[in-house]
DNA sequence: TAAGGTAGAGAACGATGGTTCTCCGAGTCA
DNA sequence: TGACTCGGAGAACCATCGTTCTCTACCTTA
């Protein structure tokens, strides 16, 4: 449905910006053009709509960043430094207020076992996909424990302090790491 | 006062807790025990309220892992460690939900300036301590800031997956970090 | 053209919550 | 004791918001 993805694009943007509280419905009404009688339609109540948005936003947000790792290099060890990169110009984008997951984790979590469940997923997935990559290059699995961490500081301390930076910062921390682990590996 | 302490110590628990829109002023009464009219002399909002949760737990959340680390060791660089080990167990204790910054700051982030102002300054605070470790060890100033990333990941990572292991990780990777810049430094 | 069904606009409803007001009891001071 | 002040309990007020309902316009189909 048009109508759908327009609901959905329209609430993503102001769920994303301003919280899931103080967007009512109607906001999403006014934004996207659709009624409420049609929104409440295909999405039977806002808890819906919201994990509708954080399920499609997952697909959407790692698609992004496979493709762009996938696109930058095909050496397996630069593409860990691509994912930085990555974060690198997310952060810059205008509009980023930080990892939508965990910002709807520190709204909703206290009372949705939905939205913690998808954050645990998507913050799963994710690591997971580090850990592909980290298998690619044939590094020790614990880095990409180490690396996820530094992704998800990165990205929490861009938020916060409203600069991309800790992008950069990240990066030079996970050159260390992965240098590092590459020498204990094969010294 | 005696009345506002009580408040602020419910208005804290209720709020790192469930959030702040999902606790109203009734249930910080109820929990406090202290009336609605005179929970508003001292804080004449809601909003002023959040603020002065916040101010209080910033000291108080700085002073005890500052008080953790100096007791901890004397070593420079064994107190870099020792941040890692409160920050385990802090993410071991019952009721764990991450860091009330970054949960505020997604919920409220979008709309207050205040708590955009609180959670900046609690981060900076936080990570020039980190600085001073650093400093106080010998090892150079960007260290200080990927520590700081290790320290910010393992937070949300511990909050979202329901585990204290981020912090065990996060020390994983600072030993590397730590051993990488103190050769870097005296080779 | 007439009947019927669909969809949208917006009002309405019910609950919640921040803030204020009213009323009443208790302590105080002359 | 009596007037006065203070503070608390809880109702009241007002706005907001999720959700539903109503009414009307339009489209379809015979």
């Known amino acids: 449905m048009d109508a759908d993805m327009a609901v959905l694009d329209t609430a993503e943007q102001l769920f994303y910006a301003h919280g899931v509280h103080t967007v009512g419905m109607d906001d999403i009404r006014d934004g996207s053009g659709v009624s409420l009688k049609r929104m409440y ?14 399920r499609r936003r997952d697909v959407v947000w790692r698609d992004k ?41 520190g709204e909703l979590g206290g009372g949705s076992p939905d939205v913690v469940a998808q954050a645990r997923a998507h913050k799963a997935a994710f690591r997971s996909y580090v850990g ?15 690396l996820s961490l530094l992704a998800e500081g990165a990205m929490t301390t861009a938020a916060i302090s409203g600069s991309s930076s800790p992008a950069q910062q990240a990066l030079d921390a996970a050159r260390v790491l992965i240098r590092s682990a590459g020498e204990a590996m094969a010294p």
Not at 136 to 141: E, H, K, R, T
């Open 41 to 54: 339609r295909s999405f039977a109540t806002k808890e819906r709509l919201v994990t509708e948005v954080l």
């Open 65 to 105: 960043l496979a493709t762009y790792v996938t696109q930058a290099t095909a050496d397996p060890t630069e593409r860990l430094f691509a994912v930085f990169d990555w974060l690198h110009q997310w952060f810059g984008e205008p509009g980023f207020r930080g990892c939508a997951w965990i910002n709807m984790f």
């Open 132 to 146: 592909d990559l980290v298998a690619a290059a044939g590094l020790p699995p614990s880095l990409a424990d180490h």
